[in-house]
C-alpha cells in the first residue's frame, strides 16, 4: 500500500502568519505552487494560504490602486489576515486512498501532511495526477494497447489538442 509519505511533497515551501501578501505571491511564482502552509516557529500549522485567497485579496482591495501604491498596501496585508485556520490535514503513515477521498469529498486542492503536530509535507491534487500517469503508463507496459483500439468513434468531440498517436486520419486534428 502506497502512503502519504511515499508522494508527498516533502519540507514544502512555508511561510508565517506576518509574512506579506506580496512574500507569498512572489513565493508561488517563483516556485510554480497553489498552496502555502502558514506556520509557527515550532512548524506547526496554524493557516493556509492558496492561490485564490490572494487572488481575492487583491481583487477586492487593491484592483482600483495604483501601481505603486497596491505594491505598498500589498505589503502591509499580513497572511494572519488572509489565511485560512480551519484547515484539514492528514497523518504522513495515512493511506493515499484516504488522502484521495478527502481531497474529492470536500473538493479541495491540497492537503497539508503532519507527523506528531508538526508540519512535514503537502499532497496536492496534482501528486494524484502523476500517480495516475505512472499507473496508466505501467499499465500499457504489462498490456500495451492495440492500433485497432484508437478508431474515429472513439475520438468523436476531442479536441486539437491530441497527441499525435491519437489524432485522425480524416484531417481533424
Keep these: ?3 502519504i509519505g511515499d508522494i508527498m511533497t516533502s519540507n514544502p515551501y512555508t511561510l508565517r502568519a506576518d509574512n506579506s ?4 505571491r512572489v ?8 498552496h502555502i502552509p502558514i506556520v509557527d516557529d515550532e512548524m506547526q500549522l496554524i493557516g493556509l494560504i492558496t492561490q485564490r485567497d490572494i487572488l481575492a485579496a487583491q481583487t477586492s ?3 482600483s490602486l495604483s501601481e505603486n501604491r ?4 500589498e505589503n502591509e496585508i499580513q497572511l494572519g489576515e488572509l489565511m485560512r485556520t480551519r484547515v484539514l490535514t492528514i497523518d504522513l503513515h495515512a ?9 474529492f469529498k470536500h473538493r479541495i486542492g491540497c492537503l497539508p501532511v503532519t507527523e506528531q503536530s ?3 509535507g503537502i499532497i496536492t491534487d496534482s501528486d494524484f495526477v502523476a500517480v495516475a500517469i505512472h499507473l496508466l503508463e505501467l499499465e500499457e507496459e504489462t498490456d500495451p494497447p492495440e492500433q485497432d483500439e484508437l478508431d474515429d468513434d472513439s475520438l468523436n468531440g476531442l479536441s486539437a ?6 489524432r485522425t486520419d480524416n484531417g481533424d486534428e
Excluded: F, S
Design 1 to 3: 500500500m502506497l502512503l
Design 21 to 24: 501578501l506580496t512574500d507569498a
Design 27 to 34: 513565493l508561488m511564482a517563483q516556485h510554480r505552487i497553489r
Design 61 to 63: 482591495c487593491l484592483l
Design 70 to 73: 497596491r505594491i505598498e498596501q
Design 95 to 103: 493511506g493515499i486512498r484516504a488522502a484521495a477521498q478527502i481531497l
Design 118 to 120: 508538526k508540519l512535514v
Design 161 to 166: 489538442d491530441l497527441p499525435p498517436q491519437v
